[in-house]
């Protein structure tokens, strides 16, 4: 399979999904996944906890973001193992980075930002790597090459960024700004794409009281954004172009990111100019610094059916499994629902 057919299949599966998810997410029933008993109260009722759809939507995001990761890396004849040593290690600083860059910049203790985990795990991939190459090289022989390597990380960034964006329309955060304000010029362009969340638990409705509001979809540009980012990332990778793959991916989303925060109505930290803002700015002038200072190997090529067959490995296929459950279990216990549940028989049916 060419490279260009690859990325045309992805692309064409993704925007399907990217349509389905805009018109069905924003909808009350696509918010909590399950719920389970926990404490049976002395009227017969139950008390659960809620696993929401946010979580789902994150599993298949990080899940989707180390499946690139395998394909990239597979592709330059890194060994699966390394690569799943590499990937349990930015995931062993990024899921709790996620939580405590969201309570340090917000002051909330139940919630969770990818950009704060990026930030963390941006810092310290360089240094990951180079203990996995000291390690690995005596275990089995295996080398990461560096500038590669991160370029692999921002492109599965990317990837799982935008999936990502699938659980912040489900659980109605992440939220943009009113279509009423807009001039009137741009109320008629967006105004066919909007969001008009349901339920009174979304948190576009507790938090900033715009249910039933018609918002400017900002998940769903985000999510086609750095979905088509990625994209041309993965293109510069399978050409070799490894150094403008890092700084154009991560420059992209980054810039993306700081422009799309004025599209938002939800509390991003106090500040016209957010913590996260300056985050991403910094992250923009760190890749530059990185990929004047980081050699690019030569003669190095991507083989995209050497990665493929990375990827259709059973250790990989099953870590991908367990990381999709754990992330899915970790993000989708909810922290800030609760039901009631009462449980009876179907006296019709005995």
Not at 42 to 55: A, H, V
Request: net charge positive; charged share 15%; with cysteine.
């Amino acid at each position: 399979m060419s490279v260009s057919l690859f990325l045309g299949c992805l692309a064409a599966c993704f925007f399907v999904m990217l349509r389905w998810c805009s018109v069905a997410l924003p909808k009350e029933k696509w918010q909590v996944f399950a719920a389970l008993p926990l404490v049976k109260g002395s009227n017969g009722e139950w008390t659960g906890l809620n696993i929401t759809y946010y979580g789902f939507f994150n599993g298949v995001a990080w899940a989707a973001a180390a499946a690139f990761l395998f394909l990239l890396l597979g592709a330059i004849n890194v060994h699966y193992a390394v690569i799943i040593a590499l990937a349990g290690a930015m995931l062993g600083i990024s899921l709790p980075a996620s939580r405590r860059m969201a309570r340090f910049v917000e002051n909330k203790k139940f919630t969770a930002t990818s950009n704060g985990a990026l930030f963390v795990s941006l810092i310290t991939l360089p240094w990951i790597i180079n203990i996995l190459n000291r390690s690995s090289s005596r275990v089995a022989g295996d080398h990461i090459p560096i500038l590669p390597a991160i370029a692999a990380c921002a492109v599965s960034y990317a990837y799982g960024e935008s999936l990502g964006r699938m659980a912040c329309i489900s659980f109605g955060c992440c939220y943009g700004k009113r279509v009423d304000a807009l001039p009137p010029f741009f109320r008629r362009i967006v105004m066919p794409f909007s969001f008009s969340f349901e339920g009174k638990i979304k948190k576009a409705a507790y938090e900033g009281g715009m249910e039933g509001i018609p918002l400017i979809p900002i998940q769903s540009i985000t999510a086609a954004f750095c979905f088509l980012v990625a994209l041309t990332g993965t293109w510069l990778y399978f050409h070799g172009r490894f150094g403008a793959t890092f700084v154009m991916t991560l420059a992209a989303t980054q810039i993306w990111r700081f422009a799309s925060e004025v599209l938002r109505a939800d509390y991003r930290g106090a500040g016209r100019i957010t913590a996260y803002q300056v985050m991403a700015l910094a992250m923009v002038v760190y890749s530059f610094g990185l990929a004047a200072i980081l050699p690019a190997p030569s003669g190095l090529a991507a083989n995209l059916a050497r990665g493929l067959g990375t990827l259709w490995n059973p250790a990989v296929l099953l870590f991908l499994e367990i990381l999709w459950a754990g992330v899915f279990i970790y993000y989708g216990r909810s922290k800030v629902t609760e039901s009631v549940l009462s449980i009876h028989l179907r006296e019709d049916r005995i």
